[in-house]
Every structure is written in C-alpha cells, then in structure tokens.
C-alpha cells in the first residue's frame, strides 16, 4: 500500500511549519557557485604564484587581478548561459502553441500519457485531461511543466543571475587577497589565505544545508577538503613552475 499525503488532524503532532525559500529559490546555483568559485579559484591562485616564488606585492597584484576578471567572467557567464537557456525555453513553449494548434489530437494524447505517469487513472484520468485540454491556456500551462519543467516563478533573471554570481565571486575572493594587504612574507600570507578561505568554505558548505536540508557538518566538510587538495597540487605545481624557470 502506497503511503498517503493526507494531513495530521491532530495539532500537537505537527511539527512547525517551514516555508519554502522563496524568490532566491532559482539562484541558489549562482549563489553557491559564486561564492564557492571566488573562495577555490583564488586561493588556487595564491597558492600556486607563492609556489612560484612571487614576492607578497606581486602576489597581491595577481590576486586582485584574478578576482576582478573572475568576477566579470562569471557574471557575463551567468548572463549568457541564463540569457540563451531562456531563450530556448521561449521556442519551445511557442513551438508548443503552434502544435497545440494544428496538432491538437496528438498533445492532447501526450497530455493523456504525462498525467497517467503521475499516477491518475480510469475515469479520473481521462476527466483531468479533458478538462485540461478544454481550454488552450490551461493546456499550455500544463504543458509547460509536464514537458519541459518550466515554472514560471522558477524562471531565471539574467540580470539577477550575474548579479549574484559576479558579486559572490568577487566576496568569496576576500579570504585570499586581504593578507597578502597587511603581510610581507608570502608564506605567512599563505597560511593566513589558507584558514580565512578554509573557514569561509567550510561555512559555505554548511551554509547551503538551509537549502538542501543535508547534514551541515559533511556538507562543509566536504567542500573544505576538496578545497584543501586542490590548494596542495596548485602550490605543487607553481612550486615546480618556479624551480625550473628560475
């Protein structure tokens, strides 16, 4: 026997009710992504040109330089990826209205299989999808989420989704500039990048379990310890860079 959604009647077995996230929902991916990019790729950076041999001035030049141009490539990423996935859904909802209207058998029938998939069966089934397909929004609308996944309060601003993903970028780039600000010594500076980035991505990682409800402790974990690897064969390979062209 299937499991059933009806609700508790009784108030004192209810646990309290948690909303769902809202208008941010749809830029999670470019908020941890920013963020998480910012805090790995610089402090890759750091890593690798203090393997390299570069003082703590010319570290702090190519650091700024590489937060700067990695926040205009995410944003114009972001804006573009976001910008033609939108695009593309516009076609296909559009081609959707052109067969709803000259193939309206053949969608109806398709409509017919979806809403059999989710489990309506006999009469219920065919009610629903005569009703459905009585009316041409309704159908489109149906359409639009059975087919191809597109909710419209789910859909992606390219303006928002550049927003936040170069704006991120460029804060989770902080931890591995700012020492290389106050410190001379490169390898100080690298210890410094190393716990401020290290603390920043592990709270990130735990950060995201708001969204996806996992355990705080693994997500942060593992998003510092692939962090960590990716720091040691970056300082590894600047370092054998620097050895052999000095």
Known sequence: ??????????????????????????????????????????????????????????????????????????????????????????????????????????????????????GLKGDILDAATEQIAADDESLIESMKVLEFGVVDDDRRSPWMAAIYSGLLFIAGSLPSVLPFVFVEDVF??????????????FGVGAAKTVATGTNPWVAGGENLAVSFLGGILSFGVGRLFGVNVG
Not at 88 to 113: C, F, M, N, P, S
């Open 188 to 201: 100080v500076g690298l210890w410094w990048a190393a716990g401020l980035a290290g603390l920043a991505l």
């Open 1 to 118: 026997m299937g499991s059933s959604l009806v609700g508790v009647t009784d108030d004192a077995e209810k646990p309290p009710y948690e909303p769902h996230l809202g208008e941010t929902r749809p830029y999670w991916r470019d908020i941890i992504l920013g963020v998480n990019d910012g805090l790995v790729s610089e402090f890759l950076l750091v890593a690798g040109v203090v393997g390299g041999g570069l003082t703590a001035d010319q570290v702090l030049l190519t650091v700024v330089a590489g937060g700067i141009a990695g926040a205009i490539s995410m944003a114009t990423g972001e804006w573009l990826a976001t910008k033609s996935q939108e695009e593309v859904l516009d076609r296909e909802v559009a081609l959707e209205r052109d067969h709803i209207k000259w193939y309206r058998d053949e969608e109806t029938e398709q409509l017919h299989g979806m809403l059999a998939g989710l």
